[in-house]
């Protein structure tokens, strides 16, 4: 008997970083039991298979009791096949139900558990016309402690409800307690409303350890200071709290009065007592109606449907120039025929324009808003570069000082170039041993805000720009930083680079750390009494404080004066469902209507094409519906399969000989980690609860970016990108260091592709074994060279240097803003630079003469992917020094046949002239 076999369900639990993932394979595993159980011959193995199968029964059921299929009366009917010994019958039903659950089916018809002629057919896999034809599916959460006869007499009367035209099927799951409630909202994604009913308990008897975790992650930790007669109106404020997008229900046999001027989280309607079946059905389908709404998409596929002529633009619109053609008739075949019906210059016949939009696009802008929790969102067809220089141009004017992550996207430091800002470079923390930085500390932004203060600058500052999350995955503390900055510069405005955290709305653990989110925080937080109180407190304690006091306490901003001004940008298409190019701008600023709209109108203006691609348009409006109605289930499984990527590799024997997966701890420094916490996983104690980590530390990292430490195969990571992974075995990935590559898992991560890539790696292992044994002691020398300088012979990675002070600021006060506008446009002048070779003494031979290397442009290699130079930053040694040491093929900005290209001396003599002085001090002593 098999060892799985024998722990009957139970065993082996710390693997499991989700019920999800438990369920799905408890269910494989009953129904491979019961095969043995049918095809056991000899009586006493049949009768210890039929313990084991009622075990498998026994773990199943504290899962089943949160869901609606197999539900509790298919549950009873494999008991009663079990006792009843009707092996075949079992077998027949747990193989209809693992398989139904596998491939969704009891999500668009009903399932017979029983054999009757042609079920089996029944289960053949349904075409994508088909599943788009039927109705959608989903459940509904019931809270009451209710008898058997009464929950079964409540689902008769909601099934009763049902018409033909109601656009959606759902069923109904019952349980009897606030915590069971909890549970059940975070393990099943099919739940879209909740009914909260007035006489449930508080604690959940259920005692499963992968099932309480959850409890962890809904904020549910003062529970039992609630009096009973407030877990309805609490449970409302807990449930829209972890999952804000469903719908709740609240039914009273309180004053209805008195509770709907309370705070109720997303509480769609208050009923009292014992509720009208019909308005409660019809409230639940509008609820869901609502989010199912794609006002966009629906009105391009109303207009393709429309004859029309067309005497205009874009001969390929009605496909017209393709049909016709005899010679790209395969573009047509290939693309299909809707595309092309749906593909149109035209802004009327039910359609819109998205630079002054009216109609769907206005409306579908406006869910989008509702969806991500901004007060305004804004679509973009041409990608999150465009967006980030629409929001600095908008807000950011000539002269105004930005602080800038040095290591975030290209685009915001093209943006500071078009806006004449005067730009303050900080340094995030280095990861020396993989060639990476890690975000900006909190101390490090302080101590710079604090300095601009004490050089009277402060009133000029204008604009945090961080990256949240960063490409390798490194989250700020969103909300303290806000905090703390605002408590400094309370009118300062926050712009959040959250290109690859856009999925991060839709996971409570991840929500937590998002701009809107954190500004939605802390504007309630500003408004109540109690932090007034806590405020009037605090400021007692900061008369005598000086800066290094300041930087080093908490601080917390007057609420008085703290304006809440922050912006995200979201490249949809990178984590969401969406056409490539598409993204999105969000606002939660206070101040956006009577400062910023016209401004960033124009903005909007300059930077959006006149010609937007409405298939874009149309993917954002149906990727904001996705993850409205599921992208609480599509992110779940993207965190696990991540998970599950990370335990596979960190505890395979040979892979671990390899392969490193880079640990919380390998990420985040321990001074940023509070919490304490070192890895996702550990071999001995299994998962480790992360909500903690996620609520209090300085920096978390992503799960879903897997940075695997490839220096041990003797491929630096380029290479092992492309000549391994791309070429030998087609997985793509972007993200590489110099002993690095990045694996992301995404909403459409399927368990099959994290397999397939764990099968890759270990035969990448096997071929290194096998090539190292029959390698020559030569060869071998060779091989250990090479891994010794992917681990160890490592360049320190630079920090911004300065700016020359030809292009920053001549008052002596240390500060450190730089014009990266003048520095830019003066490169234009040919006669203004000159090249110097990178190899060789040249450059160095320079500097020791005295003269002062300034670059004209911005040098990016990639990776890492972000500048290492800017227009009129100071070439220091330790920069040349890196890039020599970069091992990667593309440098743009970089021609290494003519070499680095520097600013003249007589170029830095006329621009310093021009601004007020020649050579500085400063620089004579660089």
């Known amino acids: 008997m098999g060892p799985m076999a024998t722990q009957a369900g139970k065993g082996n639990l710390a693997e499991y970083y989700s019920a ?65 010994k009707r092996y075949d019958d079992l077998a027949f039903a747990t193989r209809r139900i693992k398989r139904a659950l596998q491939n969704n089916a009891y999500r668009r018809r009903v399932v017979p558990i029983q054999p009757t002629d042609g079920a089996e057919d029944e289960q053949e896999e349904e075409s994508l016309e088909a599943r788009a034809h039927s109705k959608p599916y989903f459940e509904v959460l019931v809270v009451d402690a209710l008898t058997a006869s009464q929950e079964k007499s409540l689902k008769a009367s909601l099934h009763h409800m049902r018409r033909r035209e109601d656009p959606f099927v759902y069923e109904q799951v019952v349980v009897s307690s606030l915590e069971d409630a909890l549970i059940a909202v975070l393990f099943n994604h099919n739940i879209q409303a909740v009914v909260v009913r007035h006489g449930f308990a508080l604690r959940s008897r259920n005692k499963l350890t992968v099932l309480k975790r959850y409890l962890s992650r809904s904020g549910s930790q003062d529970i039992g200071e609630i009096l009973p007669s407030e877990y309805g109106p609490e449970l409302c404020q807990l449930l829209s709290r972890v999952r804000p997008e469903v719908d709740i229900y609240l039914v009273t046999d309180k004053s209805v009065e008195d509770i709907a001027g309370r705070d109720l989280g997303e509480c769609r309607r208050i009923f009292y007592n014992q509720e009208d079946y019909t308005e409660l059905h019809l409230n639940i389908l509008r609820g869901v109606s609502a989010r199912y709404e794609s006002p966009f998409f629906t009105a391009l596929k109303e207009y393709s449907r429309q ?9 390929i619109s009605r496909g017209k120039s393709i049909t016709r053609s005899h010679w790209i008739q395969d573009m047509g075949e290939f693309y299909g025929q809707n595309i092309f019906m749906a593909e149109t210059s035209t802004t009327s016949g039910g359609l819109d324009s998205l630079l002054e939009p009216h109609g769907p696009i ?25 967006c980030n220089k629409i929001v600095v141009q908008a807000l950011v004017r000539p002269g105004d000082i930005v602080l800038v992550d040095r290591d975030c996207h290209k685009s915001h430091h093209y943006g500071m170039v078009l806006a004449g800002a005067q730009v303050v470079y900080l340094d995030s923390y280095p990861l020396h041993p993989y060639s990476m930085y890690g975000a900006v500390p909190m101390k490090s932004i302080k101590r710079t805000l604090l300095e601009l203060k004490r050089a009277g600058k402060l009133g000029r500052v204008r604009m945090l720009l961080l990256t949240n999350c960063t490409f390798d995955g490194i989250v700020y503390n969103v909300e303290r930083v806000m905090e703390e900055c605002l408590a400094i510069k309370p009118d300062l405005i926050f712009l959040w680079d959250e290109a690859w955290f856009a999925f991060a709305r839709f996971g409570p653990t991840y929500r937590q750390r998002t701009a809107m989110h954190c500004a939605e925080t802390l504007r309630t937080r500003f408004r109540s009494d109690h932090y007034r109180a806590q405020y009037e407190e605090y400021e007692r304690t900061l008369d005598a404080a000086d800066d290094e006091a300041l930087i080093a306490a908490r601080l917390f901003p007057d609420p008085a004066k703290a304006r809440v001004r922050v912006y995200a940008t979201q490249s949809t298409h990178k984590t969401l469902t969406s056409l490539r190019q598409g993204s999105m701008i969000h606002v939660h600023d206070q101040d956006f209507k009577g400062e910023v709209q016209e401004a960033f109108h124009e903005a909007y203006m300059t930077h959006t094409s006149t010609s937007p691609n409405y298939q874009i348009i149309a993917s954002l409006d149906v990727g904001r519906r996705q993850v409205e109605l599921e992208g609480f289930e599509l992110v779940q499984k993207q965190v696990e399969s991540a998970m599950v990527m990370r335990r596979c590799i960190s505890t395979h024997p040979l892979l671990k ?97 994290v397999a397939y890539l764990i099968e890759v790696l270990v035969e990448i292992a096997k071929d290194l074994d096998e090539q190292y044994e029959d390698a020559s002691g030569m060869e071998r020398t060779a091989f250990e060279r090479r891994v010794h300088s992917l681990t160890h012979e490592l360049p320190p990675l630079p920090d911004f240097s300065r700016f020359h002070t030809a292009f920053s600021n001549k008052d002596q006060s240390g500060t450190t803003e730089g014009d990266l506008r003048s520095a830019f446009f003066l490169s234009y002048d040919e006669e203004h630079c000159e090249y ?50 970069l091992d990667v093929k593309e440098i743009h900005g970089f021609r290494p046949e003519l070499g680095l290209r520097v600013f003249t001396q007589e170029a830095l003599d006329q621009a310093a002239g021009v601004t007020g002085g020649g050579s500085t001090q400063s620089d004579a002593a660089d």
């Open 362 to 386: 206005k409306k579908s802008q406006e869910l989008a808003a509702r969806a991500f929790g901004a007060k305004q969102t804004y679509f973009a067809t041409n990608g999150t570069s465009t």
């Open 657 to 753: 000989k390899y392969f490193k997966v880079l640990t919380v701890a390998d990420m985040v420094p321990a001074e940023y980690r509070q919490s304490g916490i070192e890895s996702y996983y550990d071999a001995e104690r299994g998962w480790n609860d992360i909500w903690e980590a996620w609520s209090n530390d300085e920096f978390a990292l992503d799960a879903t970016r897997v940075t695997l430490a490839v220096g041990d195969t003797g491929f630096d990571g380029d290479t092992f990108k492309n000549q391994v992974l791309m070429e030998r075995f087609g997985i793509q990935i972007n993200k590489t260091s110099r002993n690095t590559v990045l694996f992301m898992t995404n909403i459409g991560t399927t368990r099959s592709s």
């Open 307 to 315: 004859p029309t002529g067309v005497f205009h633009a874009l001969p």
């Open 836 to 885: 110097l070779p990178l190899e060789g003494s040249a450059l160095e031979d320079e500097m020791a003469a005295g003269r002062k290397l300034v670059s004209t442009g911005f040098i990016i290699p990639y990776p890492p992917g972000f500048p290492i130079l800017v227009p009129g930053q100071v070439i220091s040694r330790e920069i040349l020094r890196f890039m020599r040491a």
């Open 20 to 84: 999800t993932q438990l369920r799905s394979d408890r269910w494989s595993e009953l129904q491979e039991l019961v095969q043995r159980l049918l095809a056991e011959a000899d009586d006493e193995r049949a009768a210890a298979l039929s313990t084991l199968v009622n075990r498998f029964l026994d773990a199943l059921d504290p899962i089943e009791m949160y869901w609606a299929f197999p539900g509790a009366q298919h549950f009873s009917y494999l008991r009663h096949l079990l006792v009843e």
